[in-house]
């Protein structure tokens, strides 16, 4: 598991580095990541409707950002409903 973490944490700050701060994920930040990372697991990940949705909804502090907690809980959720743990 230590290297599917390890892809995960550099895939995030791949992303997060690119619009400034690279412990966030601005919202385009964001929509580049989930469209081109998670493409069969978001349904409609290149609709902008669906990524506003989705980033509210993560975005505990509602400052417009993703950290990597609030970003990780998008992971827990596929995760879970890939390997058909979710209700």
Same mark, same amino acid.
């Given at each position: ?12 700050? $791949?992303? #997060?580095?690119?619009? @400034?701060?690279?412990?966030? !994920?601005?919202?385009?930040?964001? +929509? =580049? ?9 978001? $349904?409609? #990940?290149?609709?902008? @409707?669906?990524?506003?949705? !989705?980033?509210?909804?993560?975005? +505990? =502090? ?26």
């Amino acid at each position: 598991m230590e290297p599917a973490i390890s892809v995960l944490v550099a895939q995030f700050k $791949t992303y #997060a580095g690119k619009d @400034g701060s690279s412990s966030t !994920l601005s919202k385009d930040e964001f +929509q =580049n990541l989930v469209a081109s990372q998670l493409p069969t697991l978001v $349904t409609n #990940a290149s609709d902008p @409707g669906v990524i506003d949705q !989705l980033m509210s909804s993560l975005d +505990q =502090n509602n400052d417009g950002e993703l950290t990597f907690l609030e970003f990780w809980q998008l992971i827990g959720t596929l995760a879970s409903k890939h390997g058909g743990f979710s209700q």
